[in-house]
């Protein structure tokens, strides 16, 4: 059962379409991966759905209802969730204040609490450090306090930018280890990931986007294994294992 589905989604920037009209589908308890080049519109996609930025047309139908008018808060609460590319936690904040942030549209302060000695429970790491100032935390730390952040909103989609970006090899090992438990706890995922082998290889399926445009889709194990997407992203991801 599809629990996300885009049709034809276009949007424009100062006049030029960053999207021209993607249409794609997220199974319930799937993870599903955007590749593609800098600028071919995968973070526009996440954005759109999002809410943060407007659509020019097409439409967003999530758990069987049109959300393209929704707000940003409104997308939330149905449970649309977004771990932002570069993590973007509060540097100034502690990892406790981060975690509660990310509860912010719910109102039962137990529930609150329980979810955060779950997230202690998934990421050990961050009960250690919850006084912590999370400007002070490793890159690795800080990506789980930026997943953490968003599994405080009960996300029904978690959608992840680049979570890998920046991390050493070791620690994307284990953010895609993290992706993979996510999605044996009943989480779907949609993930743009620009280490397109790795991402492939954790997901069920995936779309390959250019200019704006999804030009091929596939179970991510048979892209993995197509010369055209080995020859056009996975060269540098083959020569660094």
């Known amino acids: 059962m599809s629990l996300l589905t885009v049709t034809d989604l276009k949007v424009s920037y100062d006049g030029i379409e960053a999207l021209k009209g993607i249409s794609f589908q997220v199974e319930q308890g799937q ?7 800098n600028g071919a519109g995968k973070s526009t996609i996440l954005r759109a759905i999002s809410s943060l930025v407007p659509i020019k ?6 758990d069987g209802r049109d959300i393209s008018s929704l707000d940003t808060a409104s997308v939330v609460s149905k449970g649309i969730v977004m771990v932002p590319e570069g993590r973007r936690v509060f540097p100034n904040l502690t990892v406790l204040e981060n975690l509660k942030i990310g509860a912010y549209l719910r109102t039962n ?3 609150v ?10 990421f050990p790491k961050l009960k250690e450090r919850h006084w912590q100032l999370a400007g002070t935390l490793s ?6 306090l930026a997943v ?6 009960r996300p029904k989609l978690l ?19 993290i992706i993979r438990r996510l999605q044996e706890e009943g989480i779907t995922i949609l993930l743009i990931e620009q280490n397109a082998n790795a991402a492939l290889r954790t997901s069920n399926y995936a779309y390959v986007l250019e200019t704006g445009r999804i030009v091929m889709e596939g179970p991510g194990i048979e892209l993995l294994h197509n010369p055209k997407i080995t020859d056009a992203y996975l060269g540098q991801s083959k020569q660094k294992e």
């Open 148 to 153: 953490g952040r968003a599994l405080m909103a």
């Open 139 to 144: 890159g690795g730390e800080q990506q789980m």
């Open 159 to 177: 959608m992840m930018d680049e979570p890998s970006l920046g991390l050493a090899p070791l620690v994307v090992k284990e953010i895609f280890d």
């Open 113 to 122: 609490d329980a979810s955060i000695e779950q997230v202690y429970q998934r």
């Open 57 to 62: 047309g097409g439409s967003i139908n999530f």
């Open 109 to 111: 302060q137990k529930e």
């Open 31 to 37: 993870i599903v991966t955007l590749i593609g080049a």
